[in-house]
């Protein structure tokens, strides 16, 4: 079947202009969360969707980060007014339940590399 | 606090030798799970094994093992006769029942020499 899917994979944008980045989970699956990985660096939560329970935004780092997901499938990362400092690798992951009451291991996509120039 | 720590940054082994990757944990949830995922260099993350906490046996896999220890809050990774194809960053990570977010630690960037 069909893993976690990303797209672009490339995204290259120019300071203060706004990015979505979308994210196709795997079907079936009920969470969400998204990532972001800093060159170099480990991975940083951004958000959780499970369901049709409020999302967890406790990692976005700043207003100008949003996240919907429609019909508890398909996600959207929005960014506003990007900075060069957003430049990163985003993540998306997908897991049958939620990670932390059932351990269900999460599956990840490939990712999106945003370039902020 | 939920928190893993991986302090080895980098390694680098020769092609054959056996490589341990460590991994500590910190938690206050009675029970919790700890992960290992392979981040080759083509980006993708890979699950590799899934342990929760009342689950202290060791597991193997092929030329991989994993040994839990509660005792010293540890999760480390041993590859046995390393191949080129291992290199890659792996990651520990944690979940806990508190919350919803995984806990992943920094990364251990693997590189066998041929």
């Known amino acids: 079947g069909a893993g976690v899917s990303q797209s672009p994979s490339n995204k290259v944008t120019e300071k203060g202009k706004d990015v979505e980045l979308r994210c196709d989970p795997i079907s079936g699956h009920t969470a969400l969360y998204w990532y972001r990985q800093s060159l170099g660096q480990g991975l940083e939560f951004l958000i959780y969707f499970q369901g049709n329970s409020a999302p967890d935004k406790s990692g976005l780092p700043s207003d100008r980060f949003s996240a919907e997901r429609t019909g508890g499938s398909v996600s959207t990362l929005t960014i506003q007014r990007t900075q060069q400092e957003d430049s990163a690798v985003y993540l998306c992951?997908?897991?049958?339940?939620?990670?932390?009451?059932?351990?269900?291991?999460?599956?990840f996509g490939p990712g999106t590399r945003l370039t902020v120039l | 606090a939920q928190k893993v720590t991986q302090a080895q940054t980098e390694i680098s082994v020769v092609e054959k030798e056996d490589v341990t990757l460590d991994c500590v944990y910190e938690?206050?949830?009675?029970?919790?799970?700890l992960f290992w995922y392979k981040q080759p260099p083509s980006g993708e993350l890979v699950f590799l094994i899934r342990r929760n906490s009342f689950d202290e046996q060791n597991e193997i896999s092929g030329r991989y093992s994993w040994n839990f220890q509660k005792s010293t809050s540890s999760f480390n990774f041993t590859i046995t006769a390393s191949q080129v194809v291992d290199s890659a960053v792996y990651f520990c990570?944690?979940?806990?029942?508190?919350?919803?977010?995984?806990?992943f630690g920094t990364g251990t960037s693997l590189t066998v020499i041929p």
């Open positions: 992951a997908s897991s049958m339940g939620t990670s932390g009451s059932m351990g269900n291991e999460q599956f």
């Open positions: 990570a944690l979940s806990g029942t508190t919350g919803n977010q995984f806990y």
């Open positions: 938690t206050r949830d009675t029970t919790y799970y």
